[in-house]
T-cell receptor, first 114, second 110 residues
Framework: DTGVSQDPRHKITKRGQNVTFRCDPI?????LYWYRQTLGQGPEFLTY????????KSRLLSDRFSAERPKGSFSTLEIQRTEQGDSAMYLC?????FGAGEQFFGPGTRLTVL | DQQVKQNSPSLSVQEGRISILNCDYT??????FLWYKKYPAEGPTFLIS?????DKNEDGRFTVFLNKSAKHLSLHIVPSQPGDSAVYFC?????????FGTGTRLTIIP
């Protein structure tokens, strides 16, 4: 399977704990995106990388959130001191084309903060 | 501020008939539009896209129409099949960042 993969698929944590998610994009894709989706809403943009450079961050991405993409391959999204409002599906996507091209999504990581 | 709106949360269509899903946008900077399909417990799957320089794009059973003056796009599925039952998201972008609508749940009735 050469699609976008995400790990873990589900994460349950207690409020105040730190969590880290991983995304492995399609291998030749140099662009990687993180989105968050809550119930009844469409995915909302969080941040994106071109290779290892983080080029844009949404104001949704508070100081408790940090994303990295070392060596321009896989990416991690860390949430520190989780809050109940962080409960959501975290989606990763990758693309190859410059500018507005199709983004291919992974299955997502569902985070539940108790 | 919802820049991309899908005003119909759900739609039921008889198998074999045409499904029409609608989407409106407010941001004039959007110049590329996409439709994604989502099954439960899966990420969105890309269906079809259209650039603002076109008013129609067709791919098999799927056709997207864009009316820039009305800031409206629609997805037509003909003929509808049971496997088309899913949530459909409209998305728009001026660059790298996709802005999604809230989705329309399409149910195809056998």
């Amino acid at each position: 399977d050469t699609g976008v993969s995400q790990d873990p698929r589900h994460k349950i944590t207690k409020r105040g704990q730190n969590v880290t998610f991983r995304c492995d994009p399609i291998s030749e894709h140099n662009r990687l995106y993180w989105y968050r989706q809550t119930l009844g809403q469409g995915p909302e943009f969080l941040t994106y990388f071109q290779n290892e450079a983080q080029l844009e961050k949404s104001r949704l991405l508070s100081d408790r959130f940090s994303a990295e993409r070392p060596k321009g391959s896989f990416s991690t999204l860390e949430i520190q001191r989780t809050e109940q409002g962080d409960s959501a599906m975290y989606l990763c996507a990758s693309s190859l084309r410059f500018g507005a091209g199709e983004q291919f999504f992974g299955p997502g990581t569902r985070l539940t903060v108790l | 501020d919802q820049q991309v709106k899908q005003n119909s949360p759900s739609l039921s269509v008889q198998e074999g008939r045409i499904s029409i899903l609608n989407c409106d946008y407010t941001n004039s900077m959007f110049d590329y539009f996409l439709w994604y399909k989502k099954y439960p417990a899966e990420g969105p799957t890309f269906l079809i896209s259209i650039s603002s320089i076109k008013d129609k794009n067709e791919d098999g059973r799927f056709t997207v129409f864009l009316n820039k003056s009305a800031k409206h796009l629609s997805l037509h599925i003909v003929p509808s099949q049971p496997g088309d039952s899913a949530v459909y998201f409209c998305a728009a972008t001026p660059n790298e960042k996709l802005t999604f609508g809230t989705g329309t749940r399409l149910t195809i009735i056998p």
